[in-house]
């Protein structure tokens, strides 16, 4: 079993930044991806930020020289730092890693979701 723990949502003032962390933990084998989606208030699921085991990383435009993904290798954890944040980053951040428990076994998972609320 694989689980993937976030943490660091919350309530800020436009323009304020936080930072979200998603640890994963369990039967790992090797990761591929680790990133975030988001999901406003009747809005599909957008992808935010993706880092691959590589170092690579891809932005949707509208967080682009906002935000920033990395990644611990060691601890198997993200972080996504948002800064400059406004009302239509508020959504419900939901992490995933896509990895293989074992050498021939690859598959998705999600963490539980942390609410993040720009709102003066």
């Known amino acids: 079993q694989v689980q993937l723990v976030e943490s660091g949502g919350g309530l800020v003032q436009p323009g304020g930044s936080l930072r979200l962390s998603c640890a994963a933990s369990?039967?790992?084998?090797?990761?591929?991806?680790m990133g975030w989606y988001r999901q406003a208030p009747g809005k599909q699921r957008e992808l935010v930020a993706v880092?691959?085991?590589?170092?690579?990383?891809n932005y949707t435009d509208s967080v682009k020289g906002r935000f920033t993904i990395s990644r611990d290798n060691t601890k198997n954890t993200v972080y996504l730092q948002m800064n400059s944040l406004k009302p239509e980053d508020t959504a419900v951040y939901y992490c995933?890693?896509?990895?293989?428990?074992?050498?021939?076994?690859?598959?998705?998972?999600w963490g539980q979701g942390t609410q993040v609320t720009v709102s003066s």
């Open positions: 369990g039967s790992i084998f090797s990761i591929i991806a």
């Open positions: 880092i691959f085991n590589s170092g690579r990383t």
């Open positions: 995933f890693a896509d990895l293989y428990v074992v050498a021939t076994a690859r598959n998705a998972y």
